[in-house]
């Protein structure tokens, strides 16, 4: 065999091992009766490595495999033919000349295909077709096949094609490779990682050889993508190749994040873009599809030639220019505002966002308005009102408060001035009182709604419209029930002139905390429900997070007071990924709380207390009081659930120390003038009864609770009044007065049980449950049918909160329990290995075993949880 023939039947070698890729594999497996595959990908996507991957797991099947790696010198006829009978048929193909399809080879692996011409590859795939073997399967690879069509190859299932797409890392492969390469990355440096390379395994290499080179400065690692390692192979491997036209195109378009023919001419004043764009596909360059008409390239191939071959100054703003104004022209706002913004135009830049910003605000694209506004100069903002008032709408679904009350504050002083624009006095009157109430001032925000309502009339539908949802939820959690309804019903009818969902959104969660408030559950969740579809319809538009901003925790209280275990549960996780937007501390509130109830439920009391501890110590930094208060409140239950009567009486000090929510000496503290939805059921003075119950202050505690009583009644918080009428009853039994108890508690049930309430009883403890079995034995008088049912339930989910509170603990063998009889005593280690007899390795493995049975991380919470599951003593 020729020597120059000899070495293309070798697959290349690399330095190191090649890295598994199981899920390209799995699917290269699943070709079925295709005869051909084709990894077509642009340079540095693996594609040799894959071929390599496959042949070496058949070549151990003993299958008979082949390879040819193709030249520039294949495109000759006689010389492919000569190439493709040394790898069918070996030292045969010389000895005695038999034919091709004789090969006993049945798997064939033909690398650079794009070496050929397209007359060669034309010919290939015809011997392929028409000459090998049927039962033989040939892989090609390469970066293109210079305009040569398969679509007649796959439309008759004959070709298989995997992309790049295909080929590209998936984000374990990313880390898989990283730790390969002995790189131990912190999670988010991994992700950056995969963000910037986009799974190109070429880039992830050279960008990890820069960085070991720099000696891992993991600082330094977003700068990375300008290495002269990358910019070296993309110089050498992807872009001297092609031709003086193609380079120009690549350079004239690179700047651009996305392109289609019509941009790419405009930009580049010509009309052959569509033919470029054909023929830099082909080429094998990292440039993918979007859709049907757009494109785009790899990040990092386009900002090299961004940096490295696009002239600076006035030639690179042309090129932005050009593209914004066709952008801008053809309804791309934000793709417009962005290249104006590079530039240099601000003016052009400022004009397109105030062209888009009802739109953008419609469509709550918050982030990108304020990301937008960013991006231009204070004084420019200055001078355009329009886009300020779009601002200040985005700002208040973020948690950059400080910047909404600056730009408030500018409002305030220029509709002071004399002949001002009314946009001032409009955005002012329609803002002012959402960011009092951010900021956490509800007086103040109660009594701006109250004086701007009768001058915002003649508003725009979006400054009208949030002034009467302010007006509406501040007259809600004042109790003010018929004021709150008439606002409410303004507010729907602003939102439907306005088009604004986000806002709508609000008014619905208003709607549903009227219901929860006044007891109806069912229609509580069913206006949920309402989020639900406005979320379905617009997905694709408006993030969820923003939809559900003011409603998560009220939705998580009502699932959870019904006891729907499982449905609050699923929510509680979908509230935790939307906490990033910086929601209301009444939503965190309601959220956390009823994380800390379900983890009671689950883990036991202990693991909620532990949770909540930290918790408290994390917003202790942050200027959020009443959230702090919240999670104090749920804390203190817990404390009073526990019976630990130091620790109540030092929860009774804590909470009592705020004058507005203090028992008082005779019960006779101040009522709360108002309440958000995370304190109906354990806020406005409620947590400090309970401390007073248990700290025998039984007297004090009941004159409180009646005087809250009677408020909540005359406001119509009847799941207030319930849960009031559940702690009278729990204070007369606590009292000495055992039948005031049973006829209070009878009274709570009749009323618990038409709103369909469960954890506002059960939660308060064993008193509760006890009181529940007398009402059952001996009520003072004959219940209804429908409380009576209603006590079976709770009886029935008491009992199984019971079982529940105990935590579920993995049963240990005997060896394990010693072991941690011993740690529990506080030894050591060493000490445990001394006093078993074993050695060291032997108990941390023992150790370790423990931990994975009981889901825990050290030596304290695993004796914690064994204590608590009753298995510390059971050894002895």
Same mark, same amino acid.
């Given at each position: ?24 594999? %799995? ?109 033989? /399967?040939?892989?090609?690879?390469? /970066? ?10 796959? %439309? ?237 709408? %985005? ?39 959402v960011q009092a109430f951010l900021e956490g001032d509800v007086t103040r925000a109660i009594g701006l709604t109250e004086r701007y309502w009768p001058a915002q009339q003649q508003a725009r539908p979006v400054e009208r419209g949030m002034l009467a949802t302010s007006s ?157 208060a919240a999670l104090e409140s749920e804390l203190s239950r817990l404390v009073v659930l526990g019976g630990n009567r130091a620790a109540i009486a030092g929860y009774a000090a804590l909470l009592n120390a705020d004058p507005a929510e203090a028992v008082g000496v005779d ?119 429908? %409380? ?89």
């Open positions: 065999m020729l020597d120059f023939v000899a070495q293309k039947l070798i697959p290349p070698q690399t330095a190191g091992t090649l890295m598994a890729r199981p899920d390209v594999l %799995a699917r290269l497996g699943q070709a079925g009766g295709h005869r051909i595959i084709l990894l077509r990908a642009p340079a540095g996507y693996g594609k040799t490595s894959v071929l390599r991957l496959l042949r070496a797991g058949l070549s151990t099947a003993d299958a008979p495999v082949a390879w040819l790696t193709f030249d520039q010198a294949d495109r000759d006829p006689a010389r492919l033919l000569l190439s493709l009978r040394a790898a069918l048929l070996g030292d045969a193909a010389e000895a005695h000349m038999p034919r091709l399809h004789g090969t006993a080879v049945r798997h064939l692996f033909l690398d650079d295909v794009e070496q050929l011409d397209e007359g060669a590859i034309r010919l290939l795939l015809s011997v392929i077709v028409e000459v090998l073997p049927p039962d033989l /399967r040939v892989y090609l690879a390469g /970066r293109g096949l210079h305009q040569v069509s398969v679509a007649s190859l796959k %439309a008759k299932q004959m070709l298989l094609e995997l992309n790049l797409e295909s080929l590209r890392f998936v984000p374990a492969e990313t880390e898989i490779y990283l730790r390969q390469s002995h790189l131990f990355l912190s999670d988010e440096h991994v992700r950056w990682l995969h963000q910037a390379t986009e799974g190109w395994p070429a880039a992830l290499e050279l960008l990890v050889l820069a960085w070991k080179r720099i000696q891992g400065n993991a600082e330094s690692l977003p700068d990375l993508h300008g290495t002269e390692d990358l910019s070296d192979y993309l110089a050498e491997e992807v872009l001297r190749a092609q031709p003086e036209e193609v380079q120009a195109f690549l350079i004239a378009t690179a700047p651009l994040q996305s392109f289609c023919v019509e941009l790419a001419d405009a930009v580049r004043g010509s009309d052959d873009s569509r033919e470029l764009i054909v023929r830099t596909r082909l080429s094998g360059l990292p440039i993918q599809p979007i859709g049907e008409h757009w494109f785009r390239y790899h990040p990092l191939f386009a900002g090299h030639i961004v940096r490295h071959r696009l002239p600076a100054g006035a030639g690179r703003a042309l090129v932005y220019a050009r593209a914004g104004q066709w952008l801008a022209a053809n309804d791309r706002g934000l793709d417009a505002f962005d290249c104006y913004i590079k530039a240099g135009q601000h003016e052009a830049a400022a004009d397109v966002l105030e062209a888009l910003g009802e739109t953008l605000l419609v469509r709550a694209q918050f982030p990108s308005i304020t990301h937008c506004c960013g991006q231009l100069p204070e004084a420019l903002l200055r001078r355009r009102p329009e886009i300020l008032r779009v601002l200040l709408v %985005a700002l208040t679904y973020s948690p950059r408060h400080e910047d909404g009350a600056h730009w408030l504050e500018y409002f305030r002083a220029q509709a002071a001035q004399p002949d001002a624009d009314r946009v001032y006095g409009d955005v002012l009157r329609g803002f002012e009182p509406a939820c501040a007259y809600l959690i004042r109790g003010m029930l018929p004021q709150a309804v008439q606002m409410l019903i303004e507010a729907r009818r602003t939102c439907a002139e306005s088009g604004s969902l986000t806002t709508m959104a609000v008014v619905v969660y208003l709607q549903a905390y009227m219901d929860a408030m006044q007891g109806r559950f069912d229609a509580a969740l069913q206006q949920i429900a309402l989020i639900d579809e406005i979320q379905k319809k617009h997905s694709s538009a408006i993030p969820a997070a923003f939809l559900y901003r003011y409603s998560a925790g009220l939705f998580l209280m009502v699932l959870y007071e019904t006891n729907r275990i499982d449905d609050a549960q699923l929510r509680v996780k979908f509230a935790r990924g939307i906490a990033g937007i910086g929601l209301p501390w009444d939503t965190v509130a309601g959220v956390q709380v009823t994380q800390a109830r379900l983890m009671a439920l689950q883990m036991g009391p202990a693991a909620a207390k532990r949770w909540l501890e930290c918790e408290i110590m994390r917003v202790r930094k942050q200027p959020t009081p009443r959230l702090r019960g006779n503290g101040p009522l709360p003038e108002w309440m958000f939805s995370s304190q109906e059921i354990d806020g406005g003075g409620i947590a400090q009864a309970r401390l007073a119950i248990a700290d025998g202050r039984t007297q004090a505690a009941q004159v409180r609770l009646q005087r809250l009583l009677r408020q909540a009644e005359e406001s119509g918080r009847r799941w207030r009044a319930v849960k009031l009428r559940v702690l009278l009853a729990l204070a007369a039994a606590r009292g000495g007065d055992p039948l005031e108890a049973l006829a209070r508690m009878a009274l709570a049930l009749e009323q618990g049980a038409q709103c369909g309430m469960v954890r506002s009883f059960l939660d308060e403890g064993e008193g509760v449950v006890g009181l529940l079995e007398q009402l059952r034995s001996a009520p003072p008088a004959p219940l209804s049918s429908a %409380a009576s049912a209603h006590l079976n339930i709770l009886l029935a989910c008491g009992a199984r909160a019971g079982d529940a509170a105990r935590p579920p603990v993995a049963e240990l063998t005997p060896a394990e329990a010693s072991l941690l009889e011993l740690v529990a005593q506080g030894l050591s280690n060493r000490e445990v290995a001394d006093s078993l007899g074993l050695s060291i390795n032997t108990v941390k493995w023992h150790m370790a075993q423990i931990f994975s049975k009981f889901g825990v991380a050290n030596r304290v919470q695993a004796v914690n949880l064994a204590r608590q599951g009753g298995m510390l003593g059971r050894s002895r």
